[in-house]
């Protein structure tokens, strides 16, 4: 029986929520050349893998965050699954706003969040790190409490992990990076070739140049 966190990236390969062209490399929102693209929007459209990552990132909180009150998701892509997570675990939802209402109270949080409420982030994917962060200060700074973050895929940069260990944020990943990646090439959806361009890119991604070797 594979183990939920291959056969969840296996699912994301299949349906192309996860998207590898190390030979055609994708270009972000941030300017960075990227072999990867991730479109998590997608998997929303699939009741069946929507379902196993609700169950998944559930029990995860469940085993590391049993004392949760609330969860909270990081505006915007994690919306859609931190409330159907918050459904099946009976408790409170809520979620953070990049930036504040233009109108009205201006909220930055949306929802009820009671003073020293114990809270779980869930943010649909890792990349810098900075979104969760600066969620977690948002949540802090009302009177929460953050237990710690769940998300569906980590990308494992170097940069964001040492951004969450330096503000004492516990982060439980459904996929990471490099999981992924041996998954990817078991089921051919890369080459051997591949592996090294892909793990590169990893350690550096902003400085990545595509076609690059050391």
Do not use: C
């Not at 929303?44 to 559930?58: G, T």
């Not at 996929?175 to 051919?188: D, F, G, K, Q, R």
Request: glycine fraction near 6%; hydrophobic fraction near 45%.
């Amino acid at each position: 029986m594979k183990k939920p966190d291959r056969l969840l990236a296996e699912k994301l390969l299949q349906i192309s929520a996860i998207k590898l062209q190390p030979e055609s490399p994708f270009v972000w929102g941030t300017g960075w050349n990227s072999p990867i693209y991730i479109e998590n929007p997608r998997l929303l459209s699939y009741p069946d893998i929507r379902n196993l990552i609700k169950i998944e990132m559930a029990k995860e909180i469940i085993e590391h965050f049993s004392d949760v009150d609330a969860i909270a998701s990081v505006s915007t892509g994690a919306i859609p699954m931190g409330a159907i997570v918050a459904d099946a675990l009976g408790v409170p939802f809520l979620f953070v706003r990049s930036t504040p209402k233009d109108h009205g109270l201006e909220n930055l949080i949306e929802g009820n969040l009671k003073p020293g409420q114990k809270v779980v982030l869930v943010d649909d994917l890792i990349s810098t790190g900075a979104s969760s962060v600066k969620a977690s200060e948002v949540i802090r700074l009302a009177g929460g409490e953050v237990l710690g973050l769940t998300a569906i895929f980590n990308y494992e940069f170097p940069m964001a992990v040492k951004r969450l260990r330096d503000e004492n944020i516990s982060l439980i990943p459904l996929v990471n990076y490099s999981s992924m990646l041996e998954v990817a090439l078991e089921t051919e959806y890369i080459r051997p070739e591949d592996i090294d361009t892909l793990q590169e890119w990893r350690k550096d991604p902003a400085n990545w140049v595509p076609g690059d070797r050391e």
